[in-house]
């Protein structure tokens, strides 16, 4: 079992709909979640970080985090076809300083 | 956010010739990078972690002979590919983490990546 587990995808939603994209994690010490966007051939960018139970907006882009279940997922609202990426979870666990394990991505395409 | 610089961004070298690429993070200390591999389609695979001043520590299966790193200061970290061959060809990334604006100590920053193709 994967440490950091995401959908492949690919996940196909229409512009101007919510994208939701989810990801699990097997270690309850984990402190720390991320989310990156990587564009086709290029490197990922940060787009949210997350610490407490709960929810983080930041524009369009909605973060969510359940310590209990283990789960964190991406909410984009009002998709725009620039959406369209693979989405990356990452999860920091306690004892390693600022490495992180990363899922393997769930790719997005927002359709006109 | 932090913004991290990598050079070249893209290569292209003889099969038995090494290559450097330099990893610098320009407005923050990176007391952590990291380096990645990518492939066409696939996902990051972590090759090995460094912190200032220390040896790096490598992830299983990476050989470390074969890929140098050095982290000789809080904003510069080298990978050298020695001995490359076709099979290295590949998306190289770096990235940093340390504190910049108060963020936290464990977000990584990354590079925007070196385009390898060893012929």
């Known amino acids: 079992q994967k440490e950091v587990e995401q959908n492949s995808g690919p996940l196909s939603v229409p512009e101007g709909a919510i994208a939701s994209l989810n990801c699990t994690y097997s270690?309850?010490?984990?402190?720390?979640f991320f989310w990156y966007r990587q564009y086709s051939g290029k490197s990922p960018e940060l787009i949210m970080s997350i610490y407490s139970n709960g929810d983080k907006e930041d524009g369009r882009f909605t973060a969510q985090l359940n310590k209990a279940s283990q789960y964190v997922s991406l909410l984009i609202r009002d998709s725009q076809p620039s959406d369209s990426a693979t989405y990356l979870c990452?999860?920091?666990?306690?004892?390693?300083?600022?490495?992180?394990?990363f899922g393997d991505g769930t790719t997005l395409t927002v359709k006109p | 956010g932090a913004v991290v610089s990598q050079h070249p961004s893209r290569v292209i070298c003889k099969s038995g010739t090494s290559v450097k690429i330099e990893c610098r993070s320009l407005?923050?200390?990176?007391?952590?990078m990291f380096w990645y591999r990518q492939f066409p389609k696939q996902s990051l695979m972590l090759m090995a972690t460094s912190n200032e001043g220390s040896k790096a520590t490598y992830e299983q299966g990476v050989e470390k002979d074969k890929f140098l790193i050095n982290h000789a200061s809080l904003t510069l970290s080298t990978l050298t590919v020695t001995s490359a061959h076709p099979e290295d060809s590949s998306f190289y990334i770096c990235s940093g983490s340390g504190t910049s604006g108060g963020r936290g100590t464990d977000t990584q920053y990354f590079g925007p990546g070196t385009r390898l193709t060893v012929l």
């Open positions: 990452a999860v920091t666990f306690n004892t390693n300083a600022g490495k992180s394990t």
């Open positions: 407005d923050f200390q990176a007391t952590t």
């Open positions: 270690d309850r010490g984990s402190q720390s």
